[in-house]
């Protein structure tokens, strides 16, 4: 069965410091990945998606990036985090015709 | 892309049926209709899913009318345990959908 993995579930970063989350998804191949940000009490906003290695699309010009180095591997990253970037943030696989699938979430607050 | 529209909440109490409705006008021939659940600091989990007619499974029942330009989500019997946002997602996987969630109904369930 398939399985995704997101760490760490918790981090608190100061201000300007950078960031790396990472998502890994097993027992399938060449899925769709996706890095979704939560703020207190609202919905779902999607960051950046891909349909294979080394393909990023992004939907919120923002402070963070992402890649795709291996099939089953997505990361997050920043240079320099902003209070603003604080919040929850979610990874999803999706499979053909299922929608998504998601991790269990990093808490990120930025001090 | 299809946009959904959800009420932003709804009240109910232990017993009751739950019937949640989400409207998506443009919805494409190769949309699929999905419902997901979020508990407070947990990713979404994937409740239903369907393309037309009636879906039922052991947590809920799906109904989409014949012109699929919205769907309900039926929680039958809910308990309090069932307080949580639901999010109605159209999708087409086929062609690497961006999985763009609305706003959610946030669903209180009063004993």
């Known amino acids: 069965s398939q399985t995704i993995h997101q760490w760490p579930a918790t981090l608190v970063q100061p201000v300007g410091s950078p960031l790396s989350l990472e998502c890994t998804v097993e027992?399938?191949?060449?899925?769709?990945l996706y890095w979704y940000r939560q703020a207190a009490g609202r919905g779902l906003q999607l960051l950046f998606y891909s349909v294979g290695i080394g393909q990023i699309s992004s939907e919120v010009p923002q402070n963070l990036s992402a890649s795709r180095p291996q099939d089953r591997q997505f990361i997050l990253s920043s240079k320099k985090l902003l209070l603003s970037d604080s919040g929850f943030y979610l990874c999803?696989?999706?499979?053909?015709?299922?929608?998504?699938?998601f991790g269990q979430g990093t808490r990120l607050t930025v001090v | 892309l299809a946009k959904t529209t959800q009420p932003i909440s709804m009240d109910s109490y232990e017993g009751q049926e739950v019937n949640i409705t989400c409207s998506h006008n443009?919805?494409?021939?190769?949309?699929?209709i999905t419902w997901y659940q979020q508990f407070p600091s947990q990713g979404p989990r994937f409740i239903i899913q369907g393309y037309k007619t009636k879906v039922t499974n052991e947590v809920a029942s799906l109904f989409i009318p014949a012109d699929r330009k919205s769907s309900t989500l039926s929680l039958p019997r809910v308990s309090l345990s069932d307080t949580a946002v639901y999010y109605c997602l159209v999708f087409n996987n086929n062609a690497g959908n961006m999985l763009t969630f609305g706003g959610g109904t946030r669903l209180m369930v009063k004993p």
């Open positions: 443009n919805i494409a021939t190769n949309d699929y």
């Open positions: 027992g399938t191949s060449n899925p769709n």
């Open positions: 999803a696989w999706s499979p053909e015709s299922s929608g998504a699938f």
